[in-house]
């Protein structure tokens, strides 16, 4: 007997309290005719059946499961499928469902559930996208791929932005423009095999440095297109403090970890950083995973303010330090694209100068505080 078990039972004997034993009721198993509860339930003889109550998530979820249950036991061959299409803006659900299904069901005003005999579809609506659940028979799910594929662009990547400790998480499919290849002369190779060199590499580190403005955003949307995989990005501090941020990236299917803004995170684990042992873990560590990449933007003056260890040959592939062009690579820029005009008077010129919509700070009308003749 354990000296827990002990304790009780000697408490009980100080306190006189018999023991208690409780009988169990005699249970049978009955089935309901209903066509959604047809599973055995386990209860007395004499309960009603009101009074018998299945637990679940909700309806939506219970509809789903008991559809790949139904397959399952009717011998049914059954794959899930999930792809996300890009629409309009002016994508209306409901009047899709109209048009294309028959038997249907609205969870909320952006999520439907499509009943057919192949096989069971959910479409849920965002900004710009659909997200699309196909679960039933090969043939069925492969005849609403290619529907859905004959009118509307399949989002070739997502952006997970995590927003909580939580792990919630929405999804935006990837808005790039394609990369401008003389606007990165530092590369000393096209863009392209560039990107392509790192991915295959076996180090999962890249590290962007550079003022904002000199294209280090658009290189890395262009290196998430490239790929064609999915990437995790998260902003808030808790987030990438918690682990289940790693956990998740290592478990699942991104491909890429971006850190925006990442100076803090990049610094000496001697200057009091405590996220640089998760970056080498998850980089080079025991829980790293092969074909997983981190990406680090960071406005930091120079490399050697980065933790070393983070540099180490095969975990870093490479630092890029980012720099405004000079004239003659400026003009090279707008002689490849056809747009974009150099600022009077620069010497050294960014992307987001060249390219700026924006009235110039000499032409804004300047407003002054205080009284004026």
Known sequence: MGSMARRAKLARKKKKMPLRKTKMPDSQAYQSNNPMDDIQVFAPEDTARREVVLGVYGSEEWVIADNLRRRHLDGLITIQIDITWL???GFKLA????????????????????????????????RGKIEVEVSGSPEWAAAWIAHFDSKYKRAESLIEWVYSTRGDEISVPLNYRPAIHSAYPWLQKDITAYIDDYLNSDASVLI???????????????LIHRSGGNAKVAYDEKVMMDDSLFATFID??????????????????TDGNTMMHKFLNVSDGLISAADKKLVFSTNLPKSSDIDQALLRPGRCFDIIEFRPLTVDEAKAVIAETGKGEIPAGKTQVTLAEIFSTQPSEGARRKVGIGFHA
Do not use: C, H
């Open 87 to 89: 629409v309009p803006a």
């Open 95 to 126: 009047e899709w469902a109209l048009q294309n299904a028959k038997l249907y069901t609205f969870f909320a005003a952006n999520r439907v559930l499509v009943k057919e005999d192949g096989g069971l579809l959910k479409v849920t609506s965002g």
């Open 252 to 269: 699942d299917d991104s491909r890429f970890l971006v850190m925006e803004d990442a100076d803090a995170f990049l610094q000496s684990r």
């Open 208 to 222: 962007l440095i550079g003022k904002p403005g000199t294209g280090k955003t658009t290189f890395i949307k262009n």
